[in-house]
């Protein structure tokens, strides 16, 4: 069985800090999956945080995948379904994954090993369910190391988020331009489809001034949906929960859902 070229393979990245990867990735994935999809995250972050909001165990031992991206382990031995949505499935990232960025270094084939391993999985999805996988989001460490760099070469799309803070733009020039090396080098069909706005807060000038900054730059890859800055999204990690469970009539949830269809609606040439 060929792989399905339909499934759309999401990097989320910034290599700053607290923008708000792990809070997208988790939200819109848990919202496409409540819309029907069947959608994989991939925690590539060694902190594991995208595998504590969707409550899948990733405590020291847990096979995770790290085991896949330096032991060469099936990616099927070390997915989850998520329990809270159905479709909706975990690889996770247990502190092991932070050794992986210098442990890869000297391995064959080094920035090609997520690629190979979401390969395998895709046939053996389809093979296993009836039906190919949608969707998957890779959430990222916050650095452009090897595992981004796998992460860049196993997608078709990056998914940037921007904090609407000052500095928001700082360090963009250099993502964009690892992604342009890398559609160069190893992966053509990579491209920047999509930025989503976080932390949006309407009362400052600031916010709004970084929205219109982005939207003239970047133009209509920008989602036209806001992610309001609100603390019901910070504490929905605390509960190991997305926002959509802690409180789906919340402006938060509602924005990740409505962020969730712009993106499922977008349509490429
Ligand atoms: P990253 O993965 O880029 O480091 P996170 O998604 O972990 O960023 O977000 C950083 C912090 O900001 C977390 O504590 C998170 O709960 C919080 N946060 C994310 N999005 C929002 C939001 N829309 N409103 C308020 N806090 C948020
Ligand atoms: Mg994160």
Known sequence: MSVSR???????????????????TVNMAAALAQEGHTVLVIDLDPQGNASTALDVPHH????????????????????????????????PATIDLAGA??????????????????????????????????????????????????????ATEV???????????????????????????LNPVLKVSTIILTMYDARTRLAQDVVAEVREHFGDIVLQTLVPRSVRVSEAPSRHQTILQYDPNS????????????????VFA
């Open 159 to 185: 998914l940037i988020p921007i904090q609407c803070e000052y500095y928001a733009l700082e360090g963009l020039g250099q993502l964009l331009k690892t992604v342009e090396l890398i559609r160069g080098q």
């Open 101 to 154: 960025e210098i442990e890869l270094v000297s391995l064959v084939a080094r920035e090609n090993r997520l690629k190979r391993a979401i390969s395998d999985y895709l046939v053996h999805f389809e093979q296993t369910e009836g039906r190919p996988l949608d969707y998957i989001f890779i959430d990222c460490p916050p650095s452009l190391g090897l595992l981004t760099v796998n992460a860049f070469v196993a």
């Open 6 to 24: 339909e499934t759309r393979i999401l990097t989320v990245a910034n290599q700053k800090g607290g923008v708000g990867k792990t809070t997208t």
């Open 60 to 91: 020291a031992g847990t096979a995770d995948i790290y085991t896949c991206l330096v032991q060469d382990a099936p990616l099927t031995s070390v997915t989850v379904k998520v329990a809270a949505f159905d479709g909706l499935y975990c690889a």
């Open 251 to 266: 402006p938060g949830a509602l924005s990740y859902r409505e962020a969730a269809r712009e993106l499922s609606q977008k």
